[in-house]
């Protein structure tokens, strides 16, 4: 919002959500920091399809930013609305769901760009541009995460979104491009995990398999490179714990029987863990997106390395996991706003 109201001509800015509490506060701040009447709250359920129509009269372009699993139905809420669309998406079934509705909003003149994020999103957006600095590429290699700058227990992170999206990342499978073919290797396999270095004061850090962060890009360059996949950044120690907690079923989504009631595991393990990581007005985080092509340049063998390290904004008080997320989010936002997709 705060993007869209400062670099994106924006005659106004609203923020929609189920509590007014929260969008009051969200506009306020965007509007403190613009020193500017640039943003308005409005209370919004976006599961009620007639509330949303009418939010959506006369808007030119939106984030969606609730959790992924109602995308696919405001999709076709924003097609019959006319409303250009993008999303952060991060679970690639939903996507290809929305991705059935092209004929839709090609007849409606509506632009719809899933998957608008960090990782996917900026990530992917960073992976073509490091391909275009090589006359060939062969393998694209992307490694993420958001994480504590000062990582401590009980699993050396901090969430700074909803952990149901953390737990959908971490459990099931990823999708990736491997000896040039789409292939779904499932999370946090022991044999994918990797260690890598980055620039003091980071250090070395784990890379291991989660879900959702390549989007439609393997399906696009089948064929054209032989290996496309991203890997999830974390202080070491959190791989072994969290597999646990995954062969344990902690994260399993269908119901089992406790003392006669029927629970989710998932749903249980939210509620016990995630208050103990969310993160805090104390926390303070950092980002990495690191891509890596590799190929050919003028008939030579050659890499193309692209990296971002951000961190939290003293200034704008910004996450770092804000920043990375609402940047593409809202460069794409705007862009179909001024009518560039």
Not at 62 to 82: C, M, Q
Request: hydrophobic share 40%; charged share 25%.
């Amino acid at each position: 919002a705060y993007d869209m109201a400062r670099l994106g001509d924006a005659k106004e800015v609203m923020i929609a959500d189920l509590d007014r509490t929260a969008a009051e506060a969200s506009a306020g701040r965007v509007n403190s920091l613009l020193d500017a009447q640039s943003a308005r709250a409005v209370e919004l359920d976006v599961t009620d399809e007639k509330a949303l129509e009418s939010f959506l009269a006369g808007v030119d372009s939106f984030l969606s930013a609730v959790p992924y699993w109602l995308n696919p139905t405001i999709t076709a809420v924003a097609i019959r609305s006319r409303a250009c669309m993008c999303d952060l998406g991060g679970n690639n079934d939903l996507v290809l769901e929305q991705l059935k509705l092209d004929e839709s909003a090609k007849d409606a003149g509506d632009a719809i760009i899933p998957d608008c994020g960090q990782v996917p999103g900026m990530g992917t957006s960073l992976a073509v541009y490091a391909m275009s600095k090589l006359d060939r590429t062969d393998h694209l290699y992307m490694w993420d995460g958001g994480n504590d700058q000062h990582p401590k227990p009980p699993f050396n992170y901090i969430c700074t979104f909803n952990i149901a999206g953390l737990t959908n990342e971490y459990y099931g499978e990823a999708i990736f491009l491997r000896n040039g073919k789409v292939t779904r290797v499932p999370t946090f396999q022991t044999e994918d995990y990797e260690e890598i270095e980055f620039p003091e004061p980071i250090g070395r850090m784990e890379a291991f398999v989660a879900g959702g962060g390549t989007s439609t890009a393997p399906w696009t360059f089948e064929g054209k490179v032989q290996t496309y996949q991203n890997k999830t950044l974390r202080w070491k120690g959190h791989f072994d714990q969290w597999k646990a907690i995954i062969d344990m079923g902690l994260l399993d989504p269908e119901p089992v029987n406790v003392n006669g009631v029927d629970v989710v595991p998932r749903d249980v393990f939210h509620a016990c863990v995630g208050p103990k990581i969310t993160a805090t007005e104390e926390d303070r985080d950092l980002v990495i997106v690191r891509v890596k092509a590799v190929g050919d340049q003028a008939g030579r063998a050659a890499e193309a390395l692209v990296e971002v390290i951000d961190y939290h904004d003293e200034v704008t008080g910004f996450t770092a996991m804000e920043r990375t997320t609402g940047w593409h989010g809202a460069i794409v936002a705007i862009m179909n706003a001024r009518g560039q997709t």
